[in-house]
């Protein structure tokens, strides 16, 4: 902003205005992977579709069975899941796939600045800032 006062002198005011980006998560409910382990293009894998990349520093995706089993586990977001089981620790696609049915899913945040390796509860409840939680079911 500039001003003057009425004996002609003039000041500039500059103040640096930061506009916060938006998170935006949109997580779909069904997908159709593989058959007999033969893809056909369409809709094939499942992940969380995420706007404001730039904010989030750590990414971390669960999929589980009907019985709390975890059945894929990825902090890589371009990794999807394609219907096949990894168990805990497991990090290349599995060989075996699972079947049709309704799987929940977790999807915890954590952004830039915030308290580093944030302590998420132990337990894989959806109750904390920055997590996201549903079901997705498998069609084949």
């Not at 002198?9 to 997580?27: A, Y």
């Not at 944030?118 to 959806?126: A, E, G, L, T, Y």
Request: charged share 25%.
């Amino acid at each position: 902003m500039e001003t003057q006062t009425q004996f002609g002198c003039t000041d500039l005011e500059v103040e640096r205005i930061t506009i916060e980006d938006d998170i935006q998560v949109w997580v779909p409910t069904a997908f159709t992977p593989a058959t007999n382990g033969v893809f056909d293009g369409i809709n094939d894998a499942f992940a969380p579709v995420i706007r404001g990349w730039s904010l989030i520093r750590k990414y971390e995706f669960w999929v589980f069975d009907r019985w709390g089993n975890q059945v894929f586990y990825s902090q890589d977001p371009d990794e999807p899941w394609i219907a096949d089981h990894r168990g805990p620790g497991e990090t290349v696609q599995g060989d075996r796939f699972l079947g049709d049915g309704v799987y929940n899913w977790l999807l915890r945040l954590t952004l830039v600045g915030d308290t580093p390796d944030m302590d998420w509860p132990k337990s894989f409840q959806c109750d904390g800032p920055r997590q996201f939680c549903g079901t997705v079911n498998v069609l084949r």
